[in-house]
């Protein structure tokens, strides 16, 4: 006979004994309404064309982006963020294509918000990176240098164009010091205080952002590592984030999201608005690569791979997965 404490008295694997069982006492779920799905809208094109770096992903036609964002709906998820790709002749040093009202990303807002009204956030990247034929998030100075203030003046202009066309939510991503504050007070300058912002408050210069470069068509030569964090810092993540949520910010958002869970986490911890994570392009195409050859199991991967951002803190996760998963989970 066996004596009690002679074996385990705690057996947690009781909890893990069949799918049902994982299920009931599951902590971490993925909902559809978690996800928001980045998407490129490319001026100039007749068809879709697929980004060679990112399998599965293309700059949209104006027409195939409006039954993305129809398809959007139907999954279920939040929200859309949409990325313009004006012509390249459009490109200036200012950024020109977007503040035009007639810019391509001016128009796809229009043009999504007239196919799913508001059954779905119409988020808009508030950058100059896609527009400037420099490549930087900014307006540069006399040394090349991004000129911060004179970049501030520019977002002030496309949250109001931006707004304008429909943007339920503009998304501030050029890391710019202030800039939550200037694009709050242009957006309620007209009337918009309705729209809200999603400040990427916090924003590492990562490798893991190659393949996004091709998917906006970026001019960049050099790195954007004046602005963007440095990837070794941790407690001035916690410092861009107090500065955002004074300035008024809405949501916040860390970017990347899988190299930085601990960032999340922390940010999550003592955020007292919305947190979402940003799963970049080198992120996803990383599983995509290695699901390709064979080595890992491709729907796995991705799910373990989001039930661990929402883990650590996301509220939402902006996904090139988004309506994919959120079919999966349905």
């Known amino acids: 006979m066996t004596t009690y404490g002679s074996f385990p ?15 009931m006492v599951a902590e971490t779920r993925l909902h559809p309404a978690d ?33 993305a964002a129809a398809e959007a709906v139907a999954a279920g998820i939040s929200g859309i963020m949409l990325f313009g790709v004006p012509e390249e002749s459009k490109k200036d040093a200012l950024g020109t294509p977007g503040t035009d009202p007639d810019g391509i990303l001016q128009v796809a807002l229009r043009d999504v918000r007239a196919e799913v009204g508001d059954e779905l956030l119409v988020m808009s990247d508030l950058c ?9 998030c900014g307006v540069l100075d006399e040394l090349g240098r991004v000129d911060n203030d004179a970049t501030l003046e520019r977002y002030a202009e496309m949250a109001q164009v931006q707004a304008d066309a429909g943007a339920h939510v503009v998304g501030p991503s050029g890391m710019m010091d202030g800039q939550i504050g200037v694009v709050r007070d242009a957006l309620d300058q007209i009337g918009r205080e309705d ?26 030569t050099g790195d954007r590592k004046t602005y963007q964090q440095d990837p070794a810092n941790a407690r001035e993540s916690m410092r861009e984030l107090a500065l955002d949520l004074e300035e ?13 869970l601990d960032i999340l986490a922390k940010v999550a911890e003592v955020s007292d608005v919305p947190v979402a994570a940003y799963q970049i392009s080198g992120e996803y195409s990383m599983i995509e690569a290695a699901a390709e050859k064979g080595w890992i199991d491709r729907d796995k991967a991705i799910f373990e791979a989001l039930t661990g951002i929402k883990r650590a803190g996301a509220q939402n996760i902006l996904t090139y997965w988004a309506v994919e998963v959120a079919q999966k989970l349905r």
């Not at 490129?40 to 409006?66: C, N, W, Y």
């Not at 100059?128 to 930087?136: A, N, Q, V, Y």
């Open 248 to 260: 008024g910010a809405d949501m916040v958002m860390v970017k990347p999201a899988g190299p930085y």
């Open 35 to 67: 996800f928001i799905l980045p998407a490129f809208v490319r001026e100039g094109i007749s068809e879709p064309v697929p980004i060679s770096a990112m399998p599965g992903v293309v700059q949209h036609t104006r027409d195939s982006l409006k039954k």
């Open 9 to 23: 008295g705690s057996r947690p694997r009781r909890l893990r004994t069949s799918p049902v069982m994982r299920r």
């Open 195 to 220: 729209v809200a912002i999603l400040a990427y408050s916090v924003k590492y210069a990562s490798a893991f952002f190659g393949p996004f470069r091709e998917a906006v068509g970026s001019s960049l």
């Open 128 to 136: 100059l990176d896609e527009t400037t034929d420099h490549g930087h």
